[in-house]
């Protein structure tokens, strides 16, 4: 089992529409969540970083939350653009010494964006 | 894809042969990655460096080897002892200070063997 899971698999919306994309975790203790945008073809790019002790950061109209308490985390994605059609991936980075520290990655949701 | 350049973007090679895939960064960032990504899976660490002239194995190095003479330079090398090397390879960097810096991916090299 994937140490962070990552829900829906894919989702189709409408664009101007708003989304919400979920990412749970088992990774502990963890240092940071991270949330990566991914266009076809292409490397990933940072969205956010949250540490463990942050609740929410927003990045334009990405606004990612988390609760270290659930180990869940959310992507929410307001006014959709067709531009906003990529995979977002969620990364944790492991604590632990023992191994290494690092990085666990999920598999993604694949979101398309329609006109 | 910031300051970090993969070469080529697509590369074709016959089964059996090395092949060595170029990442360039001028970021000068300390710490540099290669990932591999496969249809269904997250990205799986290959190798990484933290400095000049040294480099740790990742979750999946058989098959591979990397060098690290240049900060600015980490390429990877797919060798014929890698079983299924068809795949999306990225290289990324890091400035290492600290566990919340951000890594910067390259646009990635597609490498197909046939």
């Known amino acids: ?115 | 894809d910031g300051g970090i350049t993969q070469s080529p973007k697509y590369l074709f090679r016959k089964e059996g042969q090395n092949v060595t895939l170029s990442c360039e960064q001028n970021l000068n960032h300390d710490a540099m990655y290669w990932y591999r990504q496969d249809p269904g899976q997250g990205l799986r660490l290959i190798y990484y460096s933290q400095i000049v002239n040294d480099f740790q194995k990742g979750d999946i190095a058989e098959g591979y080897s990397v060098s690290r003479e240049k900060k600015e330079s980490f390429p990877l090398t797919v060798t014929s002892a890698q079983k299924n090397p068809t795949a999306f390879y990225l290289c990324a960097s890091r400035l290492d200070r600290g566990p919340n810096n951000e890594q910067f991916f390259g646009p990635g090299t597609r490498l197909t063997v046939l």
Not at chain 1, 19 to 25: I, P, R
């Open chain 1, 1 to 115: 089992k994937n140490q962070v899971e990552q829900s829906p698999q894919s989702l189709i919306i409408l664009e101007g529409k708003n989304c919400t994309l979920q990412c749970n975790y088992t990774v502990s203790p963890f240092s940071n969540l991270r949330w990566y945008k991914q266009d076809t073809g292409r490397g990933p790019v940072s969205l956010t970083i949250m540490t463990f002790s942050e609740n929410t950061k927003s990045n334009g109209r990405y606004t990612a939350t988390l609760d270290a308490d659930t180990k869940q985390s959310s992507l929410h994605i307001t006014a959709s653009q067709l531009s906003d059609s990529a995979s977002y991936i969620c990364v944790v980075r492991d604590d632990n010494a023992g191994n290494n520290r690092k990085l666990i990655w999920g598999l993604g949701t694949s979101l398309a964006v329609n006109p």
